[in-house]
């Protein structure tokens, strides 16, 4: 299993709710570009889920390097 999911933002905040933001922010994310490394938990897999169609998503192994398939 995959430890960790790499969080990149692809999409402004512009014209998006309130709640949006939060979550982006709550990711660690600022601006489009940025890019967080966060934990493959449910919690974490929700809040991507609610912004999905701002981020890019991939599964990485514990240090970093993405995973082989």
Do not use: C, W, Y
Request: cysteine-free; hydrophobic content about 35%.
């Amino acid at each position: 299993m995959k430890t960790h999911l790499r969080v990149r933002q692809t999409g402004s905040v512009t014209n998006q709710t309130e709640h949006t933001r939060k979550v982006l922010r709550g990711l660690g994310l600022r601006k489009p570009g940025n890019e967080v490394l966060v934990a493959n938990t449910p919690s974490f897999r929700g809040m991507v889920k609610k912004v999905i169609h701002l981020v890019s998503v991939e599964e990485v192994d514990g240090n970093g390097a993405q995973a082989s398939k």
